[in-house]
């Protein structure tokens, strides 16, 4: 009979214990399985001229690939910072263009600035998912040798750059 009362309490020590666990989570904190990998391949046209982007192009030096959509606020947000980065920093930026309108993305940067070499279009998403995007904005760290070294979920603020993505391009570019 003592039984009887014990598996509940039991039981809710065991919910308990996982749930207070899980409050230690960082949901921004997504591990990407392309992490120490090479970059997917892709070969997508760019939204300003008749080149292409592909992964071949994020090779040979340390570059950036950053994910946005015009519909997107976090990257409506971290859109001037980039512009004032890609002015102040030698790092090859390029822009992957997520399920967007290519009309408003070709309007957003002509009136907002462009802070990218080339401009990816993948309309479909099919590309971003090769790279295990959750949604925009998110942003890849590719090590000379095309392989990807970080990635960033989330908006590029000050902060980001100095405590997160800035000390791992150092590191790279440091290397032989």
Same mark, same amino acid.
């Given at each position: 009979m003592?039984?009887?009362y014990?598996?509940?309490?039991?039981?809710?020590?065991?919910?308990?214990?996982?749930?207070?666990r899980g409050l230690k989570l960082h949901p921004g904190q997504i591990p990407s399985p392309l992490i120490h990998k090479h970059a997917?391949?892709?070969d997508l046209p760019d939204l300003l001229t008749s080149a292409h982007l592909t992964n071949k192009d994020l090779q040979g030096h340390v570059s950036l690939l950053n994910v946005w959509a015009t519909w997107c606020q976090a990257c409506a947000?971290?859109?001037?910072?980039?512009?004032?980065?890609?002015k102040n920093n030698a790092l090859p930026w390029y822009g992957l263009n997520y399920k967007d309108d290519a009309i408003a993305a070709k309007n957003w940067l002509?009136? /907002? !600035?462009?802070?990218?070499?080339l401009v990816a279009?993948?309309? %479909?998403?099919? *590309?971003?998912?090769?790279?295990?995007?959750y949604?925009?904005?998110?942003?890849?760290?590719?090590?000379? /040798? !095309?392989?990807?070294?970080?990635?960033?979920?989330?908006?590029? %603020?000050a902060a *980001?750059?100095?405590?997160?993505?800035?000390?791992?391009?150092?590191?790279l570019q440091g290397e032989a």
């Open positions: 003592k039984i009887r014990l598996l509940p309490l039991l039981l809710f020590m065991l919910i308990a214990s996982i749930l207070w997917p391949t892709f947000q971290e859109h001037d910072f980039l512009v004032e980065l890609a002509r009136d /907002h !600035g462009n802070p990218y070499q279009v993948d309309h %479909t998403g099919d *590309v971003a998912i090769d790279w295990g995007v949604g925009a904005p998110e942003t890849f760290v590719i090590d000379k /040798h !095309g392989i990807v070294r970080y990635k960033q979920i989330g908006p590029i %603020t *980001v750059w100095e405590q997160e993505l800035k000390p791992v391009i150092d590191r």
